[in-house]
Every structure is written in structure tokens, then in C-alpha cells.
């Protein structure tokens, strides 16, 4: 996975040196207002990353990243409800990873 990360991040480099420009900005800002909906700054990145890698990849990396914003997001409210217990758990975490 850690290869896909690396091609994935230079093909972003070589899209930001080259297609970013101010028209792309405004035209982007238009289409959120028209639209109410936030949409990606740069889609060309993701038909990028949809050609290099497929389409079935691509779900499975954005499924796997969602997962992980829902555990902290959930960490989260654990420990504002109940900071004690999040140190407890903070600390046997700890004493598993070593």
C-alpha cells in the first residue's frame, strides 16, 4: 500500500505544478454556490488516481480512510464524555504497542 501512497503523491505533485490556475478557482467557487454542494478542487486529481489505480482500489482506500475518521471521531466523544476513561484506555493501548 505504501508504493500506491508514493505514486498517488507524485502524481498529485505533477497535477499541482501544472493544472492549478485562478480560472479553475473561480469556476470552482461558481459551482458550490450554484450547486450548494461541496465538490472537489481538484477532480482531475481523482480521475487521475481512478486511471492509475481503478476505480475498486480507490473505494476500498476511501472506505478504509472513512473507517478511520469514525473511530476518531468516536475516540473523540469518549473522551470528552468521560476523560478519565480515555487515559485508561490512552494507557493500556500504550502498554500494548510498547
Partial sequence: MDWRRK??????????????DEGYKAGH?????KRGL???????????????????????MAIEEMSELTKALLKSRRAEAKPEAYECERTTQNIYEG
Fill in 7 to 20: 505514486n498517488l503523491e507524485r502524481v498529485v505533485d505533477e497535477i499541482k505544478e501544472t493544472a492549478y
Fill in 38 to 60: 461541496p465538490t472537489p478542487s481538484h477532480p482531475e486529481i481523482l480521475e487521475e488516481a481512478v486511471r492509475v489505480y481503478g476505480k475498486e482500489p480507490q473505494i476500498d
Fill in 29 to 33: 467557487e461558481r459551482a458550490v454556490k
